[in-house]
């Protein structure tokens, strides 16, 4: 599965759950930053920007209760594997880890 496979729900809770990610640690660093376009370009939304934007007003109660409306388990591998990735390029931090964990123990 890809990107462009994602139903439009699937797709904003990604890019939801991907700017909880990166503000997981308090900071984006660098490395998030541009995988974050890199995003972007995979996913081909026009208002990517402005939903990461938004999606930073959204606590992690909220985003986790979107989360559980993917309910195809090749969307929530492809969900789980981006925000991995994005985790992972400058280290991935206790915040960050937890994320990953609570979307884990909600898709078992």
Not at 6 to 19: G, V
Not at 27 to 40: C, H, K, R
Not at 66 to 88: C, F, G, Q
Request: avoid cysteine; charged fraction near 35%; aromatic fraction near 4%.
């Amino acid at each position: 599965m890809n990107m462009s496979d994602l139903f439009e729900l699937e797709r904003a809770i990604l890019i939801d759950l991907a700017s909880q990610m990166v503000w997981a640690d308090g900071t984006a660093s660098g490395e998030e930053l541009q995988e974050l376009l890199e995003l972007d370009d995979e996913m081909g939304d026009e208002a990517f920007q402005e939903a990461m934007k938004a999606a930073r007003s959204r606590s992690r109660e909220e985003v986790l209760a979107s989360a559980a409306k993917i309910e195809r388990t090749e969307a929530r591998d492809l969900v789980l594997t981006v925000l991995h990735d994005l985790a992972s390029v400058d280290g991935i931090e206790e915040a960050e880890a937890e994320l990953l964990a609570e979307l884990r123990k909600l898709w078992a």
